[in-house]
DNA sequence: CGCCACTTTGAATTAGCTCAAATTCCGTGG
DNA sequence: CCACGGAATTTGAGCTAATTCAAAGTGGCG
């Protein structure tokens, strides 16, 4: 396991230095924990992601672009220039290091921008990568920029968009620090299901458009961990393999997944495997 | 060690997925592998650093805040309304999430934003946590929001900040994906160094300000891990520590710990520890 | 039909974790 | 100023989750 302490002493370390630094004012307004899925959340998002892209639509009339599997909408090193936005299809965005390491740092859906990363430096840090058939609207920063001024629900929109992604990442980290191995892929999957829910698809039956090596890539674990983990998941039922192809992967209960990802958190249950 | 097939076997199906789908024009524009560090650059950004606060604070003539150790910017779950500059301190960023997992998921030095997170949903995600006596700017986001409109400096500055933050926190999941502890530790440092460095402050003496458990928290591993990797770098003479101590870490060469990192992934060289 | 890439599963190895004990540091009060 | 106590750190020893290495199985596609 990576670091079942981070839920024993290391929290117990964190939470005192908190508790005695906050004067006494700590963590007494936490999130309400939503560990349930919230159809009309999803529901909400869907139609918020229609409504800003209809936004987009409207006031800048963006150029499309299809994209088909393999496709880079930009490229690490490229000069920054446009801004992506995501009408259909699927991205990864990975990134290379100076030292030729190579990951993929984030997943992107129907409704999520691409580019956020070219903006600081005038040149993208990352590359996106359609894994399916898409489509993007192509988005000039300087012309956003100056609709912005004028449009100030063009500037919420992409706040918003940079906000999120930033809450996003932070949630990835976590996950890949906090959580053993098979609750990782666990927690994949769920984000997955969620991140299609929220868009308004079925988010029962999802085809995984990565390999076994990309999610390990992406998860910070190796293909066979990846491989032996979602064999353990579908043993305990928590999600099952379409009869041909080990691609498709039907979830029937999504809370299941977070049951699952506590039940690796859980420290002394004997639950036999 | 966490991943070496990040290096060997993985990278080259990563590299070949590009390769084959990207129609063979992947890779032609990499950035140029910046391993040294970069005096010029520094000073630059410290320049740039200097002036964002002076826009900010002629523009929008904000409150200050003082802080000391301990204190909370703000806490995961309380309504948004403001962002924060640091103009001095340093800051830590913890997120809880909903199952209790707690981590660090950030640290924040002059011249960073706070409260990003929090412009999405309307709440803040995680909570600011100052490590140090320090000062923050208080910019209420109704009032940056409308004076962007009038000021595109205020809204490339704002960008920048959130482009940089996002660019950062995928370097983090780089790190903590593919690379082993004791490189981890080291990159680490040199981040820290760095951030110094481009900030015009000294960064051959930095003072942890973090517990071994907080780094280990944030790296993602144990903090009985942390001291030995520590303690392996000292061996190796890439930090030293001072006399009086082990809060204090000198750092001779910034770029004997990226030296160290490219070692700690080498595959097969023997030198002993 | 056969190749090739992907996946699964097993067995052995190891990096990092857990547990434990000794040491150092630092604030506090005598 | 020094003694004391609690917190942080270091280091060792054993354990275990995940990796590495290896081999067999499966599916898609020309």
Redesign the pocket.
Known sequence: ?????IA??AQV?LA??LATSAKGAAHTLLHAPVLKSDAAANQRASQHVAETLKLLIEKLAPQRRVVHAGDLVYQGGESFGHLYVMTSGFFKLVNLSADGREQVVGLKFRGDWLGFDGIANGRYACDAVAMDTGEVLVIRYDALFAACAAQPALMTALHEAMSREIARDRDSLMSVCTL???ARVADFLRYWAESLARRGLRSDQIT?RM???EI?NYL?????????S??KLARAGVIL?AE????DVQIPDVDALSEFIQHCLAPASAVLQ
């Open positions: 396991m990576l670091n079942t302490q024993t002493a370390t005192s230095t053993p191995a098979d995984l390999t076994r090596a390990g910070g674990m190796t293909l066979e961990t990846v491989s032996r979602l064999s393999f041909k192809g080990r691609r």
